[in-house]
C-alpha cells in the first residue's frame, strides 16, 4: 500500500521559514520522481517543486531563490525548505510521487498559512 504523509506545514509570518517532509513508504522511492505541489485558497493545484531520482529538480518561478527541494533515498523522504515565506505561498502543499510509468501517488497535504 502506497502512502505519503506530509508534515511541517503550520502557521508563520511573512519572512520567516518552514520545513516540510514527506514520508513515503510502498514505492520504489529511489527511482520516482518527487514534487510538491500546492493548492491556494479558491485555486487550482499547482507545482511548486521537483526532484528526478538523479537530483536535477524544477522550481515554479514563484518560488525560485527562495524554495529548496531535496530528497533522503535512504530515508525515503523528500523534504521542501521554505524560506522567504510571503503571504501568497498560503496553500495546502502536497506531496507527490510519479513512477517511471508516470503513475501518480499523492498525500493528503499539509497546511501552511503564512500571516502578515
Known amino acids: 500500500q502506497v502512502q505519503l504523509e506530509e508534515s511541517g506545514g503550520g502557521l508563520v509570518h511573512a519572512g520567516g521559514s518552514l520545513r516540510l517532509s514527506c514520508a513515503a513508504s510502498?514505492?520504489?522511492?529511489?527511482?520516482?520522481?518527487m514534487g510538491w505541489y500546492r493548492q491556494p485558497p479558491g485555486k487550482q493545484r499547482e507545482l511548486v517543486a521537483s526532484i528526478r531520482p538523479g537530483g536535477s529538480t524544477t522550481y515554479a518561478d514563484s518560488v525560485k531563490g527562495r524554495f529548496t527541494i531535496s530528497r533522503d533515498n535512504a530515508k525515503n523522504t523528500v523534504y521542501l525548505q521554505m524560506n522567504s515565506l510571503k503571504l501568497e505561498d498560503t496553500a495546502v502543499y502536497y506531496c507527490?510521487?510519479?513512477?517511471?510509468?508516470?503513475?501518480?501517488?499523492w498525500g493528503k497535504g499539509t497546511l501552511v498559512t503564512v500571516s502578515s
Open positions: 510502498g514505492i520504489r522511492f529511489s527511482i520516482n520522481t
Open positions: 507527490k510521487s510519479q513512477t517511471i510509468t508516470s503513475i501518480g501517488y
